[in-house]
């Protein structure tokens, strides 16, 4: 009896193990390939303009992977906010369009916090035995493994106006995706036949080009927040590809490229 309970006993775990991961497993491709109900549809192209130069399969892309981040992601409203399906199929959809196209996904993210408006965050610098902490206002933050905080009033914002250039939801996942590497360093992970050494030229040249400019008090593409550190310069990188994207491959080919590529995308040939 004994024997026979150390032989059923590992096979029972294994089975119900493999059970649960095929179970996973198919109601994430079922999810994948739900479209949105056509009021869903509605909002998210009222609230989020940009998704309607998708291509179609792009946008039939967008609509499961939205429906996947919906069933994962729960969305927790701070100082009063009371989260409404609009809200969340605007962040959903905005942070989807990072990934339509890729293989990634933002497999630990579970929690999304959506405050009002701008938020305070406390910071605790150490000087020697000296703690001073600093109150900064923010709009957004990303950590790693999640969650991602948003200020709802410029999520909103960001999401209506797709040729301004700034975007919180676009900016904060980003970093997420960059950070899906282990490191949120301006590095994430390349795709398949992406070489780093290219990519990290060009991204160091057009960060210093950056800089420069900032630095002189000229006129830039990308957000001048970009000139923080790498880190930043990707996340506003990124959000110049969607939102000014003709204007980056004219003046900054080699770095629309090396975007394109990690996103297999073009936006600057949508309609």
Known sequence: MTLWLVLIIPLTITAWFLYRRRAKHQKRAALLATPLTPEQRAVVERLVPLVRRLPDDLRKSLEGKINLFLDQVTFRGQN????????????????????????????????????????????DNHDGYIVNQNRNVTLGES??????????????????D??????????????????????????P???KGQAYAG????????????????????????????????????????????EKPKKLKREKPALYR???KLLALDPAGWA
């Open 80 to 123: 009063g906010v009371e989260v409404s399906e609009a809200m969340r199929l605007s962040i959903a959809a905005q942070a989807c369009l990072l990934i339509v196209n890729s293989p990634v996904w933002y497999d630990t993210l579970r929690n999304v916090l959506i405050y009002p408006s701008a938020f305070l965050t406390h910071r």
């Open 143 to 160: 950590w790693a493994r999640g969650p991602v905080i948003l200020s709802w009033d410029h999520a909103l914002h960001g999401g209506l």
């Open 162 to 187: 797709a040729e301004d250039g700034h975007n919180v939801v676009i900016h904060e996942f980003a970093h997420q995706l960059d950070g899906l590497s282990g490191q949120t360093n301006g590095i």
């Open 189 to 191: 992970i390349l795709r």
């Open 199 to 242: 990519w990290e030229r060009v991204m160091l040249d057009s960060y210093h080009d950056h800089v420069e400019s900032v630095e002189v008090g000229s006129d830039t593409l990308i957000d001048p927040y970009g000139a923080t550190n790498h880190e930043e310069f990707f996340a506003e990188a990124i959000v110049t590809f969607f």
């Open 258 to 260: 090396e975007l394109a």
